[in-house]
């Protein structure tokens, strides 16, 4: 990072992950019902949009890392700080509530959420970096 500007973005997008981490938890139960009331009974089945907005934001904070430097560190400090929000969060939630439930939402919200992650990460530390 050679700028007080690339710091700043840096520290925007480590914000921006727990952000997004406690965003994603807190959407994790929602039901078509909540967003239909009156279609009824026969329509109560998870509707997990918090793990299609994971799999698009993770990456993406992962790529825009990397755009400040190719080191491990920056570039893939977005992931491991979302990583800990959403287990953090999610074990020790508000009021002690777990967030991370025994179902299957969850654990497809950390898989889509990191595995793009990591990928992405694996891309930028897999080139070399351009001379400057």
Known sequence: MRSAADRLFFVVLLVDAVLLAVAELAFLPLRVRDLAPGVGVEANWPLPLSVLVAGLTTPLLVKLAAG?????????????VWLLAVIGFGIAGPGGDLLLTND???????????LPGAVVLGGVLG???ART
């Open 127 to 129: 080139t070399t970096p």
């Open 68 to 80: 400040l430097s190719t080191r491990m560190s920056v570039a893939g400090a977005p992931l491991l």
């Open 104 to 114: 299957w939402r969850p654990l497809a919200m950390l898989a889509v959420g990191a």
